[in-house]
């Protein structure tokens, strides 16, 4: 089946450094998800991409998705203690339509 | 706003017992999901379901059955409970444009503990 890997597991930075985590899928993609998930809380939705090297950028926060459609990436910009939290890739395609596979999250620790 | 609601926040039952996770969602979302959240594993999910009565198994669905028989709800059942499906249970659900899901939107979680 679909297998989406996401590295790496645990990312800390100093407040103001930058930060990206890595997403790869086994399969290629009809689209990518990225999510947050706060200490304590349940995954957010961030944005989602379609296009082949499509780029979108959030603020201080810049995804990619692959050409090939395989990979993805979220970086974040002069990291800010809000940005704590466990950051998701989502990965929807194959043959289910609408299934969505996670990856094992990055947990990114931002030191003040 | 959208909502998905989960019956419980806390759970704790016995090895064996028969254990029914419920999740309803409001917005006539097509497409539900049941995941697990184990620390350093992610969400693995268990069951995926994109209509009523159409589920189809996700990475994990060992130990595990699922009901739709209204779109609005999508139930998890541990048929026997053991120790090991002792973790975070996360319900989301999604809606389908005809080529693809949008965003997903999560419960706030059942913490199952099984002694």
């Known amino acids: 089946g679909q297998q989406v890997m996401q590295i790496p597991q645990y990312q800390h930075v100093q407040e ?7 997403c790869n899928s086994s ?4 689209n990518i998800q990225w999510y947050k998930q706060r200490p304590g809380g349940h995954p ?3 944005i989602q991409l379609v296009k082949s090297g499509e780029v979108k950028k959030q ?3 810049t995804f990619q998705f692959g050409e090939a459609k395989k990979n993805s990436s979220l970086h974040i910009t002069a990291t800010q203690t809000t940005d704590v939290g466990t950051y998701f890739c989502a990965g929807e395609g194959g043959t289910s339509y609408g299934k969505l596979t996670f990856g094992q999250g ?4 931002v030191h003040p | 706003d959208v909502k998905v609601t989960q019956s419980s926040r806390y759970l704790v039952k016995r090895t064996g017992e028969k254990v029914f996770l419920e999740c309803v969602q409001d917005m006539d979302h097509e ?3 049941w995941y697990r959240q184990d620390p350093g594993l992610g969400l693995r999910l268990i069951y995926f379901s994109y209509d009523v009565k159409m589920k189809e198994k ?5 130990g595990y ?11 998890l059942i541990l048929e026997s409970a053991s120790t090991n499906q002792t973790s975070m249970y996360l319900c989301a659900s999604s809606s389908w444009t005809g080529w693809l899901g949008t965003e997903a939107f999560f419960g706030q979680g059942t913490r199952l503990t099984v002694v």
């Open chain 1, 16 to 22: 103001g450094e930058d930060f990206t985590t890595y």
């Open chain 1, 27 to 30: 399969t290629t993609l009809s």
């Open chain 1, 44 to 46: 957010v939705f961030l």
């Open chain 1, 59 to 61: 603020k201080r926060l």
């Open chain 1, 106 to 109: 990055t947990i990114l620790t």
């Open chain 2, 31 to 33: 497409n539900m999901f």
């Open chain 2, 58 to 62: 996700g990475d994990i669905p060992e």
């Open chain 2, 65 to 75: 059955s699922v009901s739709r028989e209204k779109k609005e709800r999508f139930s």
